[in-house]
């Protein structure tokens, strides 16, 4: 079975500072896609980077970008030049290709602050 | 212009109460799901209709039964309210043959009293 695992519970760090939220995953699979969603307090699920496994590149999106190491099944996320408004919950989510469910993680609480 | 609507927001309602949430995407997307949300922030699936077939069935009570009139509405009934299913339930589209991305709606906050 697919486990999606974010080691840190919680994070705070001060606003511009840069903050990575750790994940890894485990899967048998070689064709799958990773992403990081927010959700802030609001409750709302956002979608904020995806990552295609057969793609070298690490994706970015402006202030966020993901470290991908297929081999380590490691998807860690940067956020650079923190803001305020990033204090959120951050899920990890994995779906095979083909397949019909994400499998998220635990989740990491990030705070930032003033 | 909003992408994946659920109504209502939130719902308190009594123990033993039947009571319903309904989601509506205005994506285009074929595949919507319905996910529970416990009050430690853990996402764990319960449905999946693809064009109006069920597609994923989780182990969830009898008491929970969806139903999806067209690929573009998915809905939630609750039998038989009980405390333990007081959670956020969000409901989530994608496209089928896609990149695999859900797009959530803002959620319903059930609290059964």
């Known amino acids: 079975a697919q486990t999606v695992t974010q080691s840190q519970p919680e994070m705070s760090v001060q606003e511009a500072e840069t903050v990575t939220l750790s994940c890894t995953y485990d899967t048998s699979e070689n064709n799958y896609y990773l992403f990081w969603y927010k959700q802030p307090p609001s409750r709302q699920m956002i979608l904020v980077i995806r990552?295609?496994?057969?793609?070298?590149q690490n994706a970015t999106e402006n202030r966020f970008s993901v470290n991908f190491q297929k081999a380590a099944k490691s998807f860690s996320l940067k956020i650079s030049d923190s803001q305020l408004g990033d204090t959120a919950m951050y899920f990890c989510a994995f779906i095979p290709e083909g397949a019909q469910k994400l499998v998220f993680g635990q989740g990491t609480r990030l705070t930032i602050n003033p | 212009d909003t992408a994946v609507s659920q109504t209502p927001k939130y719902l308190v309602t009594q123990m033993g109460n039947d009571k319903s949430i309904k989601c509506e995407q205005n994506l285009g997307h074929d595949t919507m799901y319905w996910y529970k949300q416990d009050s430690k922030k853990f996402l764990k699936i319960m449905f999946s209709y693809n064009n109006k077939e069920l597609i994923i069935n989780e182990t969830v009570p009898n008491r929970f039964s969806p139903k999806s009139p067209d690929k573009a509405h998915l809905n939630l009934h609750i039998n038989s309210l009980e405390l333990g299913d007081s959670a956020v339930y969000f409901c989530?589209?994608?496209?089928?043959?896609?990149?695999?991305?859900?797009?959530f709606g803002p959620g319903t906050r059930l609290t059964v009293t």
């Open positions: 989530a589209s994608r496209l089928l043959g896609g990149g695999h991305e859900q797009y």
């Open positions: 990552q295609e496994a057969y793609k070298q």
